[in-house]
């Protein structure tokens, strides 16, 4: 499902389909691989890690920056560095909102990198 941009191939990561079948089954393509180690190498940090399943899970499918900030021992900046990294991976959106900025996780990335992990119970593979 790449679409064209100029002269590079980009993949939709918002796409409803997976963009390739788990690794499990075939060699990920070098252009998918590109295309998703970003938002992989975001998730490598605790701290993302810990604000991705917190924006993810949000009852109202959004968290305010002020409600995400509190739950860590790290400075303002630490916390907006760390939402940065996670929105250049494209994991996440963000709309500011008077002086707080509002975060929602983006599902059809969210899918892919599961979709790539996915290991069939039935065959181990």
């Given amino acids: 499902m790449p679409k064209q941009s100029g002269s590079l191939t980009l993949l939709d990561l918002d796409a409803e389909t997976p963009c390739c079948p788990p690794l499990a089954q075939q060699r990920v393509p070098a252009e998918t691989a590109a295309a998703l180690a970003p938002a992989f190498k975001a998730l490598g940090d605790p701290v993302r890690l810990q604000l991705m399943s917190m924006i993810a899970s949000a009852p109202d499918g959004e968290v305010c920056v002020c409600d995400l900030t509190p739950a860590f021992e790290l400075s303002g900046p630490t916390i907006s560095h760390h939402l940065k990294t996670l929105r250049e991976a494209g994991l996440v959106d963000a709309e500011r909102r008077g002086t ?26």
Avoid: S
Wanted: proline fraction near 4%.
């Fill in 100 to 125: 707080w900025v509002y975060y929602r996780a983006r599902p059809g990335v969210l899918r892919q990198l599961a979709t790539l992990l996915t290991i069939d119970a039935d065959t181990g593979a």
